[in-house]
């Protein structure tokens, strides 16, 4: 069984950056698939990145101002966030899917998340 929690949101100025932790219950991160998603008020929930095999894909986005790894024991995976726009703003959520080895931007092929994270942009 899988336990995801995310942690690190609050608030910022435009510009400004926020690091977001994600932990998981019962071990490492080996062997699974990992997401990043976000959602705003009123918004469907959005592709944020990915990381499996110890490599990030990012949404359009965020691509060049986001950065996806890991620590070293493997048993936190970040979120690092610069260059914030108000648009930025939502609920951040890690997600994961065990035995799978690719990644994905699909909402549906992870069955595991965690409680969300809120983060807030000020303009």
């Known amino acids: 069984q899988v336990q995801l929690v995310e942690s690190g949101g609050g608030l910022v100025q435009t510009g400004g950056s926020l690091r977001l932790s994600c932990t998981a219950s019962?071990?490492?991160?080996?062997?699974?698939?990992m997401g990043w998603f976000r959602q705003a008020p009123g918004k469907e929930r959005e592709f944020v990145g990915s990381?499996?095999?110890?490599?990030?894909v990012y949404g359009g986005s965020v691509k060049g101002r986001f950065t996806i790894y890991e620590d070293d024991s493997k048993t936190t995976l970040y979120l690092q966030m610069n260059s914030l726009k108000p648009e930025d703003t939502g609920v951040y959520y890690c997600?994961?899917?065990?035995?799978?080895?690719?990644?994905?931007?699909?909402?549906?092929?992870?069955?595991?998340w965690g409680q969300g994270t809120q983060v807030t942009v000020s303009s």
């Open positions: 997600a994961g899917q065990p035995g799978r080895l690719y990644y994905s931007d699909l909402v549906r092929e992870y069955d595991y």
């Open positions: 019962g071990g490492t991160f080996n062997n699974i698939a």
């Open positions: 990381w499996s095999r110890s490599r990030p």
